[in-house]
């Protein structure tokens, strides 16, 4: 059994690390739900492509948090027992709590940057995937086998709902989700506004939730249960108030970096990871690409900043450049 990238992620311009990432998470796939006896790719490699992909998303959520939990409960036990057996059973763990990441945070990058329609079909895929470990999970990987979404969905909902509390809402919302986007291919999905691509977001940041609720209550105990919803919640809630306001205008990052500058942030050299953290202390998430493209514009010629070796720092005083207050 293999895990094939989705067609309509070809509609969509890849990240510079999507394609290594896909790789990783494929040979995951493979090594967690093949037969073992047909396993070629050794498990440390394995564990070792996933060490690398947590690397990069920590990089972009500005957070090694979901490493954190991912080493604690699954990726260091697997690596300390040689029961096959409890390998198994860890690597689908792994599996079943990461499918949601990749295109999630592609997701929150394409929605920071206004990309909206972009963001909605992201947010199609995380559906697509949800689904398909949620019939494997739970044994009813045969649903995978009928060709609607929908019908996919209804046919789970039906084999799961006296097991679980929670496989209603979340068809409710899979569903919704899923028509944001034609279900015909991604290149029918049409024109998405700002406030629908932040309510697929918060929506599927829902989903999460009731998926792992569900696994938790039919097949498979996520002890990290708390963690990965808290992580999740945390970042969508700053991360879509920073692109609409309630008057559904944008928080630019290099706004919020020249506001900084004014107040003397860049006397000292910065390093990205020092401005992210300030960033966050303020109330601002923005993905670290998004911030690097934001010091990069503000550090051109004639710009406010000047960038040494690896940090940031004011190009002249700030009483010389700024005339008035940029944020009060």
């Given at each position: 059994?293999?895990?094939?990238?989705?067609?309509?992620?070809?509609?969509?311009?890849?990240?510079?690390?999507?394609?290594?990432?896909?790789?990783?998470?494929?040979?995951?796939?493979?090594?967690?739900?093949?037969?073992?006896?047909?396993?070629?790719?050794?498990?440390g490699r394995?564990?070792d492509?996933?060490?690398?992909?947590?690397?990069?998303?920590?990089?972009i959520?500005?957070s090694?948090?979901?490493?954190q939990i991912?080493?604690f409960?699954?990726?260091?036990?697997?690596?300390s027992?040689?029961?096959?057996?409890?390998?198994?059973?860890?690597?689908?763990?792994?599996?079943?709590?990461?499918?949601?990441?990749?295109?999630?945070i592609?997701?929150?990058d394409?929605?920071?940057?206004?990309?909206?329609?972009?963001s909605?079909?992201?947010?199609?895929?995380?559906?697509e995937r949800?689904?398909?470990?949620l019939?494997?999970?739970?044994?009813?990987a045969d649903?995978?086998?009928?060709?609607?979404?929908?019908?996919?969905?209804?046919?789970?909902?039906?084999?799961?709902?006296s097991?679980?509390?929670?496989?209603?809402?979340l068809?409710?919302?899979?569903?919704?989700?899923?028509?944001?986007?034609?279900?015909?291919?991604?290149?029918?999905?049409?024109?998405?506004t700002?406030?629908?691509?932040?309510?697929c977001?918060?929506?599927?940041?829902?989903?999460?939730?009731?998926?792992l609720?569900?696994?938790?209550?039919?097949a498979?105990?996520?002890?990290?249960?708390?963690?990965?919803?808290d992580?999740?919640n945390?970042?969508?809630?700053?991360?879509?108030?920073i692109?609409?306001?309630?008057?559904?205008?944008?928080?630019?990052?290099?706004?919020i970096?020249?506001?900084?500058?004014?107040?003397?942030?860049?006397?000292?050299?910065?390093?990205?990871?020092?401005?992210?953290d300030e960033?966050?202390?303020?109330g601002?998430?923005?993905p670290?690409?998004?911030v690097?493209?934001?010091?990069?514009?503000l550090?051109?010629?004639?710009?406010?900043?000047?960038k040494?070796?690896?940090?940031?720092?004011?190009?002249q005083?700030?009483?010389?450049?700024?005339?008035?207050?940029?944020?009060?």
């Amino acid at each position: 059994m293999q895990e094939s990238a989705p067609k309509s992620i070809e509609e969509l311009t890849k990240f510079p690390d999507e394609d290594k990432i896909e790789e990783v998470q494929e040979r995951l796939f493979r090594t967690a739900w093949g037969e073992s006896s047909s396993l070629t790719v050794p498990l440390g490699r394995t564990l070792d492509g996933l060490n690398e992909i947590l690397s990069i998303w920590s990089k972009i959520l500005a957070s090694d948090k979901l490493a954190q939990i991912l080493n604690f409960y699954y990726i260091g036990p697997v690596m300390s027992t040689s029961d096959s057996l409890q390998q198994t059973r860890l690597l689908r763990q792994i599996d079943l709590t990461t499918c949601f990441f990749h295109h999630y945070i592609y997701a929150f990058d394409e929605f920071v940057n206004r990309k909206f329609r972009n963001s909605v079909i992201r947010c199609g895929l995380i559906c697509e995937r949800i689904v398909k470990r949620l019939a494997l999970g739970t044994g009813f990987a045969d649903a995978l086998a009928i060709p609607k979404f929908e019908d996919q969905v209804n046919r789970l909902r039906s084999e799961l709902n006296s097991k679980s509390d929670s496989v209603d809402d979340l068809s409710n919302f899979l569903q919704y989700v899923y028509r944001q986007r034609s279900a015909r291919g991604a290149h029918d999905t049409k024109a998405a506004t700002a406030l629908t691509s932040k309510s697929c977001m918060t929506t599927t940041a829902t989903i999460y939730m009731l998926y792992l609720n569900v696994l938790d209550e039919v097949a498979h105990k996520i002890e990290p249960k708390d963690e990965l919803v808290d992580l999740v919640n945390s970042t969508i809630s700053t991360g879509t108030s920073i692109v609409v306001s309630q008057e559904g205008h944008r928080v630019r990052p290099s706004k919020i970096v020249e506001s900084l500058y004014r107040r003397q942030f860049f006397q000292m050299p910065r390093t990205v990871v020092q401005i992210q953290d300030e960033l966050g202390r303020l109330g601002y998430t923005f993905p670290r690409q998004t911030v690097s493209d934001a010091l990069y514009r503000l550090s051109e010629r004639e710009g406010i900043l000047s960038k040494k070796g690896k940090t940031y720092v004011q190009r002249q005083p700030t009483t010389e450049y700024f005339k008035k207050e940029i944020i009060d």
